[in-house]
């Protein structure tokens, strides 16, 4: 079983920053990891990706603000947020195992969520 935890989430003030951290217990090379989230009421939704091959995919929402990046040996997954706005406020979870980009339907290993939360 592959285990996911997440840490970095927090309060910060509107055009704040913060960067989470997911550490993976076990090498998912060639695969898709990536970031969702989750707000209350609403359903989940990708937010960026690192594909098999390295290469990036963000959602329109975050793209220019939010960039993910991995340490491949420490197996650690980041999401680096910057000029965060309430609308970003949400759960966020880091996944592994996936197969498209920002469908979670794809992904097979879960963190358990950290929070984020931005106020105005």
């Known amino acids: 079983q592959v285990q996911l935890v997440e840490s970095g989430g927090g309060s910060v003030q509107s055009g704040g920053s913060l960067r989470l951290s997911c550490v993976v217990s076990?090498?998912?090379?060639?695969?898709?990891m990536g970031w969702f989230r989750q707000a209350p009421g609403k359903e989940r939704e990708g937010v960026a990706c690192?594909?098999?091959?390295?290469?990036?995919g963000y959602s329109d929402s975050v793209k220019g603000r939010f960039t993910i990046s991995q340490d491949k040996s420490t197996q650690t997954l980041y999401l680096q947020m910057n000029n965060l706005n309430p609308e970003d406020t949400a759960m966020y979870y880091c996944?592994?195992?996936?197969?498209?980009?920002?469908?979670?339907?794809?992904?097979?290993?879960w963190g358990q969520g950290t929070q984020v939360t931005v106020s105005s």
């Open positions: 996944a592994a195992g996936g197969t498209a980009c920002l469908s979670d339907r794809g992904y097979m290993y």
């Open positions: 076990r090498n998912m090379a060639g695969t898709y």
């Open positions: 690192i594909k098999p091959r390295g290469n990036t």
